[in-house]
């Protein structure tokens, strides 16, 4: 991609310098709370599906030192940014992009090195918009467009690729909680939802939500995590998670 079509950006509060297209999805709040949300240790494996140009998962890998995380990427130019963004970032030593459509089979991702169980976590940040004249643009229709099954089928990949024990972490649409909750009904449990708001007094405009395959313990609905005081300025709870790197803990403790 070349220098016109592109842009480096700063993101974590400096911590990652990531080059994205300058049309179509960008990274931004949802990708960093995405990968503060999930909880993983060093030497584990985590599979980041849709990962764009990495945000999330090259975010979580700076987070936790000694983490090996797999991005996992449909869009050819999405995915040669991504590489790039793990070299830029000094990361390619335990972080690698693969080109695979997150619905492909079983046998595919096999032939990626993503076998079945192979996963401590999944995290995701899914196409969410239901919308019957999708963008003419093709990264964002990507980025954005999802159909009625796109959320179940991106579950039922992260439930093969996780361990017996395994947990998805993934961040929606806060008025689509009912269909995460539904999708998840399958394969797992123990799930935590925290709802994101983005200033006091507002509906939530997003959910980060934390399951456990295998797992039939009952929801846990978190206080919601505010973005913004009532004059708009980033709370300290939100500078500590999108600018100093903090995790955000989805345990429901």
Not at 1 to 20: F, K, T, Y
Not at 32 to 38: F, G, R, S
Not at 157 to 183: P, S
Not at 226 to 249: H, M
């Amino acid at each position: 991609m070349s220098a016109e079509e592109a842009s480096e950006d700063a993101v974590l509060g400096g911590r990652l310098v990531l080059r994205q297209p300058l049309r179509g999805h960008r990274v931004g709040h949802d990708a960093i709370l995405l990968a503060a949300a999930t909880s993983a240790r060093s030497g584990d494996h985590a599979v980041d599906l849709g990962a764009g140009v990495g945000g999330a998962g090259l975010a979580l890998a700076r987070r936790i030192e000694g983490l090996n995380v797999t991005l996992v990427e449909v869009d050819p130019a999405l995915t040669e940014l991504a590489a790039e963004n793990t070299q830029r970032n000094g990361l390619a030593d335990r972080v690698r992009a693969v080109r695979l459509n997150v619905e492909s089979s079983a046998a595919d991702f096999i032939a990626a090195g993503l076998t079945p169980g192979s996963a401590v976590c999944v995290l995701m940040n899914p196409p969410f918009n239901l919308v019957q004249q999708p963008s003419p643009d093709y990264a964002r229709r990507q980025a954005h467009a999802a159909s009625e099954t796109t959320l179940e089928h991106w579950l039922r990949t992260a439930a093969r690729l996780l361990r017996a024990d395994g947990v998805v972490t993934l961040i929606w649409r806060a008025d689509g909680l009912a269909d995460v909750l539904a999708a998840l009904r399958k394969d797992f449990g123990a799930v935590t939802a925290l709802p994101v708001h983005p200033k006091p007094g507002a509906a939530a405009i997003r959910v980060l939500v934390r399951a456990t395959k295998g797992s039939r313990a009952p929801l846990a609905l978190l206080p919601g995590f505010l973005l913004a005081d009532a004059d708009g300025k980033p709370t300290a709870a939100a500078e500590a998670v999108l600018r100093n790197g903090e995790a955000l803990s989805l345990t429901g403790n």
